[in-house]
Nanobody, 120 residues
């Protein structure tokens, strides 16, 4: 079993910055892929940014140039730094990971989510 624990959410004014962190713990051989998703009330969960084990990244068009995803493979963590926050960034943010066990089987996990609220 793997646990993903997010931190760093909160209330921030528009134009401000926030850094979300996610730490993975439990039993796994490697973490192949880590990502952050956002889900606003009444909307589907959407990808914000993702990073592979070799640090290839992908960003949603809505956050390109404003967000940076980074991982620390030694610590099994992934951070999402969000700058120039906008009201539309208000959402719950979820950490997501695909891990492998020693036999090479892949499993996916979600964190419990952390709330980001951007105020005007």
């Amino acid at each position: 079993q793997v646990q993903l624990v997010e931190s760093g959410g909160g209330l921030v004014q528009a134009g401000g910055s926030l850094r979300l962190s996610c730490a993975a713990s439990g039993s796994f051989e490697s973490i192949n892929y880590m990502a952050w998703y956002q889900q606003a009330p009444g909307k589907q969960r959407e990808l914000v940014a993702a990073i592979t084990s070799d640090n290839r990244t992908v960003y949603a068009d809505s956050v390109k140039g404003r967000c940076t995803i980074a991982r620390d493979n030694a610590k099994n963590t992934v951070d999402l730094t969000m700058n120039t926050l906008e009201l539309v960034d208000t959402a719950s943010y979820y950490c997501y990971a695909i891990v492998s066990d020693a036999a090479g089987h892949n499993f996916q996990y979600w964190g419990q989510g952390t709330q980001v609220t951007v105020s005007s």
